[in-house]
């Protein structure tokens, strides 16, 4: 592999580094536009509970997320596999989820999941082809409720005024 081989390795590894990040981003934030930036419009998802085109599974998830009071993803130990215009990874992601039970309190939930995904370089832009999600561990607990500042679940919180 020539230096400059090594150079656009590194590059496409960041650059789908960055979808992932992207995605959870979206998904905590609940922007349908950011979602779109990560998949193909032909891309398809399967997350056990839903399966079919990852576009209107994701929009089915973002509605169930506009219910919960707030959810949080982070993404760790991404593993990718890159080949020309192709490539594969693993995702493990760990949630925290505040739903709402019937009286409107907010129940947390802890979540260990792992995204695999198939990626694609169409006009110079890697997006996901193909994603499978993985329930490793999934709890739900009672917890006290600590007060939240300088958050939103939408395009007021503070990274759209730092990340636009």
Known sequence: MTDIEKIQELYDRECIRQKIYTYTRAVDRID?????????????????YDKGN????????LNM???YYSTSHQISNILLKIDGDKAASESYATCYVYFR?????????????????????????????DRTLAMDISN???????????????KEDPSYKYLG
């Open 101 to 129: 039970n019937e009286q409107g309190e907010p129940i947390p939930s802890f979540t260990c999941t792992r995204y695999f995904d198939r990626w694609e370089r169409r006009n110079g832009e890697w997006k996901i082809v």
């Open 65 to 67: 997320h506009r219910t």
């Open 140 to 154: 739900t607990f009672t917890a006290v409720q600590m007060p939240q500042y300088n958050t939103s679940r939408d």
């Open 32 to 48: 349908e536009e950011l979602v779109r930036e990560v998949f193909t419009e032909d891309a398809n998802a399967d997350y056990g």
């Open 54 to 61: 990852a576009l209107d599974v994701v929009g089915r998830i």
